[in-house]
C-alpha cells in the first residue's frame, strides 16, 4: 500500500475537479451556504464542549460577547459608513443574497430593509437535532450578536422585526440611520 499519491494520480484527480469551468450560480451558492452551515456547526460544538468542560461559567454570556467581537471586527473592515444605506451595501453580497434567498425591499440613506426567506444557520441546528427552542437560543444568544457587531461600529440602529429561528416564516433586518443628538 502506497503512502503517497503519484503524480498521475493527482493530476486526474484535479482534472475531475474541473477547476478550469465557470462556476454556475447554483455551484457558487452551494459552496456558500456549505461554509454557512460549517460556521453555524462549529459554533453550536464550541458552545457544547465549552458546557461540558466548564459548567460553572455563563457559556452564552462568553459566545455572544464572542459573536459580538467577530461582528465588530468585520464591520470595522466596512470603513466609514455614514448612513444605513451605505451600511446595508456593505453588509450585504452576492454569496448573501444567494444564500439567504434575501430581497432588498429598502435602501435608502434614512433606512434599509431586508427580508431573509431561509437561513442556513437554522437549516445546520436542525440537521444537529436541535429543538425548536435551542435553536432561536442559538440564533439570538450567538449568532445575531455577530449581527450587532457588525453594526456596532456604524450610525445605525438594527432591529430584526422577523426572525426564521423564532418560527416566524422569514428574517426581516431593518437598519435605520442613528439622528444626530
Known sequence: MS???NSKEIE????SLNLNENVSPEMYR???EGAMRDRA?????????LNEKYPEIDIDDVMSEACFRFGRYKGEKFGDCKNAGEVMKKFSSKGGVLVF???LTSLNDEKAEKIFHYCPHVAAFKELGCSDIEIEKLCKNMLMYADYGVMDPHPV???FKKVISAGDDVCHLVLKTKKDE
Open 12 to 15: 486526474s484527480y484535479l482534472e
Open 157 to 159: 440602529k438594527m432591529e
Open 30 to 32: 452551494e459552496g456558500i
Open 41 to 49: 456547526r462549529v459554533l453550536y460544538f464550541v458552545r457544547q464542549v
Open 3 to 5: 503512502n503517497c499519491c
Open 101 to 103: 434567498n434575501q430581497d
